[in-house]
């Protein structure tokens, strides 16, 4: 089905035909439509008119309104102020475009067929290090753009950048040679499945042992920084210890991943030894283009802008003096592979706003290079911290990062308190309490950080998170299940659109909010900002919560009115689903 146009689009139509009849002279002046508090809309792009024409607004406006023919949509337009335009729409408009958003199953947003590529680079955990807080929004983030943009059409490649590459493999891989059982797992049986807490406490305790005798035997750190130098020659033996790393941290990503409900494929998990047999090649490419020079040495790239505190150019490094490369090299070699083999339009990064100067000087370096231009641009979404509810970065009573899998299943446990308390009013299993608890406290934690502002630090406060009041998942995910509930209950009516009805003012404001979802979607995609969705459903919310109270679905008056409001919250249901699934968040069906 073709998208649904939205009222606004309607109304905006309707006006600038009234402009063209009224005022040729005009052209294609925009009315600058927004909704407003005083009516259903708002329109001040006259005032603008007005100063351009020479002539007075208000008789402008006026001139306007006549010249609009009668239809079925404007109700009302008033002439306010110096010219601003207030318009109602007609509730069978706001009925009609709703019955239309009702009957398609992509609720009348639009899918745009011949969107670009867009890359999508998030949730990047380092191979053999344990997931902290500071990996959560990455991954949340990340997942909920690549949701939102194949929803609205784009073609989306995701990457998870791991860390697996690099001076401490050497040390890992030297170490499990000198002591070839420290793999080894504790499952009964050569085919028992390993739990990914089991491939974190190995790769824990290697780590430690190894690091110990790294610092405290000078011979053995010897034979560790060798075993770096045949790792990046592609010495076989060392090879394949390194990958029995890469194995065993991906048990254990995808064990967090899967407590986050978030899918993680593996072909998706292109980490920095991804791109080594293009970094001699792309510093080739640099240093023969003159993009970057040497300098003591080390291949750097430098920029007007960029200086340190002493006043001296900064540059990015690409290739260090002792031959070795850093991570802009990898970073550069994987915007030339993504541009060139993925045939990416946009490449978006979901990564820590503490690296922007990094990715500043990367992109600019690509963009000298010709890799990035008008037709193919990199956009780093980046993120603030997670902070305790002193507002200091979040750590354990200890002052240690806080593991990962800790927080989640902190949060799962309190949700599921939650839920056990509404266990009998909602007639659930103690089945449907355990993955109600898990939804629910899943659910807390992502909405939390999707809806602040990525670039902000937020507050980890799971009291606040998995509350049944204010903006929360939990209020959302409960308004859902009201609605479902409703339907179970009501037995003698179905939803139907009723056109022919007078609205209530509750039914008008949720009416009106539910038509602004494909606009909300539009938005949040172009800006990149997850956050403008999470906030369209909490006010989606707020406004069942204000229809409850005045529009009575199961005592309505009528049989028409029953099925009218039986169609709206039919509608909100589905909208509040759809949104939350593009967050990533569960709504279950009893709560």
Known sequence: ???????????????????????????????????????????????????????????????VVEAIPANDVLKDIEVSGPGFLNITV???????????????????????????????????????????????????????????????????????HI?????QFGMLIQYLIEHPHELDHKSE????????????????????????????????????????????????????????????SKIYFYSVFEK??????????????????????????????????????????????????????????????????????????????????LKASTLLYVVDARQSLHFKMVFETARRAGWLNDEVKAHQLAFGTVLGKDGKPFKTREGETVRLVDLLDEAIERATAVVEEKK????????????????????????????????????????????????TSVYLQYAYARIQSIKRNVTDAEPVAHPEL???????ALGLHLDQFGAAIAEVAEEYAPHKLAAYLYQLASHLTAFYDQCPVMK???????ENRLFLVDLTARTLHQGMALLGIRTPERL
């Not at 609720?107 to 053999?128: K, R, S, W």
């Not at 007078?502 to 008008?508: D, G, S, V």
Request: proline share 3%.
């Open 260 to 341: 986050l409900d978030m899918d993680i494929r593996d072909p998706d998990i292109v980490g920095e030894s991804g791109y080594n047999d293009m970094l001699q090649e792309t510093c080739r490419i640099l240093e023969e283009s003159g993009v970057a020079v040497r300098s003591e040495g080390a291949l750097c790239v430098f920029f007007d802008d960029v200086k340190g505190p002493d006043g001296n150019p900064v540059p990015l490094i690409v290739q260090k003096s002792d031959g070795g490369f850093g991570y802009a090299a990898t970073d550069l070699s994987a915007i030339r592979d993504r541009v060139r083999n």
């Open 502 to 508: 007078e609205l209530a003012p509750a039914e008008r």
């Open 163 to 167: 860390g697996d590459w690099g001076t």
């Open 424 to 471: 009998e009013k909602a007639g659930l299993t103690d089945e449907e309490v355990v993955e109600n608890g898990r939804y629910v406290g899943i659910g807390a934690v992502k909405y939390a950080d999707l809806s602040t502002s990525a670039v902000r630090d937020y507050k980890f406060d799971l009291d606040q998170m998995v509350s049944l009041n204010g903006d």
């Open 90 to 160: 007609s509730d069978a408009a706001i009925v009609n475009t709703l019955a239309a958003r009702y009957a398609d199953a992509r609720l009348g947003v639009p899918f745009a067929e011949d969107a670009g590529t867009t890359v999508i680079d998030y949730a990047q955990p380092n191979v053999a290090k344990e997931m902290h807080v500071g990996h959560l929004r990455s991954a949340v983030i990340g997942a909920a753009m690549v949701e939102i943009l194949e929803f609205t059409g784009e073609k989306v490649v995701r990457r998870h």
């Open 1 to 63: 089905m073709a998208s649904v146009p939205s009222l606004a689009s309607t109304v905006q139509q309707r006006l600038a035909e009234g402009l063209s009849a009224a005022l040729p002279e005009a052209g294609s002046a925009d009315p600058l439509l927004r909704r407003s508090d005083r009516a259903d809309f708002q329109a001040n792009g006259i005032l603008a008119l007005a100063k351009r024409l020479k002539g007075n607004p208000r008789e402008l406006a006026t001139k």
């Open 189 to 248: 049986g050569a085919d028992a499945e390993v739990s990914g807490e089991e491939a974190m406490s190995n790769l824990n305790r290697l780590y430690k042992a190894s690091r110990a005798l790294f610092d405290s035997d000078e011979e053995f750190k010897t034979r560790a920084r060798a075993r770096v130098v045949d790792l990046q020659a592609g010495d076989e033996e060392t090879l394949a210890l390194w990958q029995r790393f890469v194995d065993e």
């Open 556 to 562: 309505a008056e009528t049989r028409e009115l029953k």
